[in-house]
């Protein structure tokens, strides 16, 4: 219901508030300060802690520089995968594999916002956002607003955009705890279905060369498989170092004892028992699904990975939330409604397809990629899972895959209605 406030009271009031200064909340951000025409919009940002850490490397494929070229730390022209006896490396031209540090992303965004004056920054926790209808004193005009409440304060603004999550994808217990929390697997799996990709990866530095800088592992398949779908993805820096991360898509995230026995285990054999040290950690678990995570109504916004910008068959989002933060920007920019959907029907119908077959145990993951890489170009792939791939080149992935499974899933999905 909405509540009746009046525009005389003294809540703050903007333009534009951004709950959540994540990559979504940062990126949406910086599209904003770059639009010519929002220049005097007032934006206010929240978040729970501006002390922004490492907590994450962003990858990703492009064909173009973008807005944060300059961050990139490294850069791959090949990938490879590995499942069994299958080893195969795969040229991504025309698209690059690109990586950012989280925190590369946050200070860049963070220092070009504190120095722009219609700016505003809140540190705090969010309690609720909801929306009101805001009552002019003098024009008697009512107009529909959203109200921020955090422990000591509020604000209003005209359009609320947020990207706060009921888990923190960086904390694997608030994932657990929300997992327990929803409903049955049959009852998920009616609705349609819900993994988590979660992962633990290390960086990690050897004193002599064992890496190939130049191939990014994008999936090894031969590391346990949890009764699921499991890959060690390496990204190495130079010929010394390099991420490696143990992933799974299931429906239960791991404890933190059992990711590292994989990864002592994988860097033990691979490397023939050569010493290293890990310079950095970092943990996630991101919802794979096409269940909505929000069900907030205009004038406040879901964005980000409540905002259903994760592409729900593989865990990737960064560039997804540059398309939507920058589709929001055009939007508030002509004054058209706001609309943050990324993805389109045909390829969620895709995602959906995938999520059944993975989530029911129809074929293993394994199987499906090696499939899918064995017989297409990696930027036909690419393609494929950035949903801009033309029917013709869906219909060469789809001929990779073994019809007798996935033809009974795309029917359960179009009787499902996801
Ligand atoms: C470790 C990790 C690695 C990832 N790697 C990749 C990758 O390689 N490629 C890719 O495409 N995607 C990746 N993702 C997925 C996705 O791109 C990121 O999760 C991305 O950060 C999602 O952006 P977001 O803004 O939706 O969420 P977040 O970046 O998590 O931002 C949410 C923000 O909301 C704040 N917040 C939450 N609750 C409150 C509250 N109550 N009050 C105030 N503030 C609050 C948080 O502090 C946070 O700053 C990764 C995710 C993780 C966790």
Not at 28 to 50: A, G, N
Not at 147 to 173: C, D, H, R, T
Not at 243 to 270: C, H, P, Q, R
Request: aromatic residues 12%; charged residues 15%; hydrophobic residues 45%.
């Amino acid at each position: 219901m909405s509540n009746a406030i009046d525009t005389n009271n003294k809540i703050a009031s903007y333009d534009y508030i951004i709950a959540g200064a994540g990559g979504a909340g940062l990126s949406l951000l910086y599209y904003l300060l770059e639009s010519p025409i929002l220049t005097t919009k007032s934006i206010l940002v929240i978040d729970q802690s501006f002390e922004k850490t490492n907590d994450r490397t962003w990858c990703f494929w492009e064909k173009e520089r973008s807005a944060f070229d300059n961050l990139v730390k490294n850069s791959w022209e090949t990938i490879s995968i590995h499942a069994d006896s299958f080893n195969k490396a795969l040229s991504t031209a025309p698209f690059t594999y690109k990586m950012i540090q989280g925190i590369d992303f946050y200070n860049t965004v963070l220092s070009k916002a504190k120095a722009a004056v219609n700016v505003h920054f809140q540190e705090a926790t969010i309690l609720s956002i909801t929306a009101i209808n805001q009552v002019n004193k003098s024009t008697l005009i009512t107009n529909k607003a959203a109200k921020v409440v955090w422990e000591n304060g509020s604000a209003i603004g005209n359009y609320v955009f947020s990207s706060l999550l009921p888990f923190q994808m960086n904390q694997l217990a608030t994932a657990a705890a929300y997992s327990q929390s929803l409903q049955t697997k049959e009852t998920i799996s009616k609705k349609a279905p819900f993994l988590w990709q979660h992962f633990k990866g290390r960086v990690v530095q050897f004193q002599q060369s064992v890496f190939n800088p130049a191939v990014a592992k994008l999936m090894d398949f031969n590391v346990p498989q949890q009764g699921a779908t499991a890959f060690m993805y390496q990204l190495p820096l130079n010929e010394k170092e390099a991420l490696v991360e143990y992933t799974i898509f299931s429906e239960n995230v791991l404890s933190i004892a059992e990711y590292d026995k994989v990864l002592d285990t994988y860097l033990t054999n691979e490397f023939s028992g050569k010493s290293y040290s890990i310079i950095h950690e970092e943990i996630g678990a991101i919802p794979m699904t096409l269940l909505p995570l929000s069900n907030y109504q205009a004038p406040i916004y879901a964005i980000g990975a409540l905002g259903a910008a994760i592409k729900a068959s593989t865990g990737y989002a960064f560039q997804f939330i540059q398309v939507q933060c920058k589709q929001l920007v055009k939007q508030l920019e002509q004054g058209q409604s706001i609309q943050p959907q990324v993805h389109n029907t045909r390829h969620q119908f895709y995602d959906a397809v995938l999520l059944h077959v993975l989530f029911h145990h129809k074929m293993e993951g394994s199987a499906i990629f090696k499939r899918i890489f064995a017989k297409n170009k990696a930027a036909t792939v690419f393609k494929f899972l950035s949903n801009t791939s033309t029917i013709l080149e869906d219909i060469q992935i789809m001929r990779s895959l073994p019809t007798p499974i996935f033809l009974p899933a795309a029917i359960r999905v179009l009787l499902r209605r996801v």
